[in-house]
């Protein structure tokens, strides 16, 4: 043990402390194993090491201090071993934390899904980021079509908020299914600013007459910082009733929702 001690007070400048160590090892196994797991964001090797680049200027240290730290610490393998085992005993009730999270959240959707027809549409939409809780669908066959809607014209519309600035790629998408006794049309619509968005239907195109509206809004994009996307004004009749305006995703941070 006094020979463990000393090892470590010995310890050279350019490594890290023990403490600031096994909370770098925690991110970077955590980083590892997000891009094990989502090949098609990591496809690159350049996008992995900018990934974990990011990992680094969290803990304001280098790829050189890494690497040299992790060198450091592997020769005295009995406080690596220590070290290790702390991190995965950490990680592992992460992991169990999350269960949890994925359970207790899949069976609510489930419970809500099992009271609601194919055709129903809500007027606001949270994203969960996990399971069913990833977007919703609808169906809506001909007899609902006509006893339902009364115009000619119908507009499938929503309101989006809580998309950050900065994302490059559209984390949300639309799809409309217009099914008519002769042919069929596929609207999607890449969702990629907070605004309204809309797509138009016609009931009757060249004498053919719409037999079924189908649809979903799926999100796509499982990063976490996505989780507060919220959608609003959700409907497909042009009388339809506005709901009210989410709160902003600012205010649910602050009141912890």
Not at 21 to 49: C, H, R, S, W
């Amino acid at each position: 043990m006094l020979a463990l001690l000393f090892s470590c007070r010995n310890r050279p400048k350019e490594v890290l402390n023990r403490k600031s160590m096994e909370g770098l090892m925690y991110d970077v196994y955590m980083a590892e194993a997000l891009i094990e797991n989502d090949y098609q964001t990591f496809d690159t090797p350049e996008k992995k090491e900018a990934f974990l680049q990011k990992i680094f200027e969290k803990h304001q240290v280098t790829q050189v201090q890494w690497d040299s730290s992790l060198a450091w610490y592997a020769d005295r393998i009995d406080v690596y071993m220590k070290m290790n085992d702390s991190v995965k005993a950490r990680l592992q009730r992460k992991q169990q934390e999350l269960d949890a999270s994925i359970t207790q959240q899949v069976q609510a959707q489930q419970f809500e899904s099992h009271s609601e027809s194919p055709s129903y549409i809500p007027h606001t939409y949270a994203f969960r980021r996990i399971g069913s809780g990833s977007g919703f669908r609808f169906r809506i066959d001909s007899a609902e079509i006509n006893t339902r809607f009364t115009n000619p014209t119908l507009e499938f519309r929503y309101n989006v908020i809580g998309i950050p600035d900065d994302v490059q790629e559209a984390p949300l998408q639309s799809m409309l299914i217009l099914e008519y006794k002769d042919t069929t049309l596929y609207k999607p619509q890449q969702i990629t600013q907070n605004k309204s968005y809309s797509t138009p239907v016609s009931r009757y195109i060249d004498g053919d007459t719409l037999t079924r509206i189908s649809g979903f809004i799926h999100l796509k994009n499982t990063w976490r910082r996505l989780r507060y996307i919220q959608l609003y004004n959700i409907g497909l009749g042009k009388n339809d009733i506005p709901g009210p305006e989410p709160m902003p995703p600012a205010e649910m941070k602050e009141t912890g929702q």
